[in-house]
Nanobody, 127 residues
């Protein structure tokens, strides 16, 4: 069992940056594929980014490619999401999720591939 806790959310103006962190307890995150998802009001949860364990391959949704960066900090046992050039459309609750399955580009973007979820962190981007 792994418990995930997101932190770093908040309110930022358009064009600004935020860094989200997903911390784990109970297990070492370096042995899990970790994904970030987001859900805006009235919309379905959507994939944002993922980093695979082992080769640390990364995956991004087209909507965030070039603006967001996912990375591991094994010393802190976290997976971080650096978000730059934020826009109001990025406003959502952001969730981190983890799975012990290596996965692939086809599966790591699917919420059903993840067994463990955090409680979410609100990110609000004002125009």
């Amino acid at each position: 069992q792994v418990q995930l806790v997101e932190s770093g959310g908040g309110l930022v103006q358009a064009g600004g940056s935020l860094r989200l962190s997903c911390a784990a307890s109970g297990r070492t995150l370096s042995t899990y594929t970790v994904g970030w998802f987001r859900q805006a009001p009235g919309k379905e949860r959507e994939f944002v980014a993922a980093v695979r364990w082992g080769d640390t391959a990364t995956y991004y949704a087209d909507s965030v490619k070039g603006r967001f960066t996912i990375s591991r900090d094994n010393a802190k046992n976290t997976v971080d999401l650096e978000m730059n050039s934020l826009q109001p459309v990025d406003t959502a609750v952001y969730y981190c999720a983890a799975t012990p399955i290596l996965g692939s580009s086809a599966t790591n973007s699917k919420s059903g591939s993840y067994a463990y979820w955090g409680q979410g962190a609100q990110v609000t981007v004002s125009s």
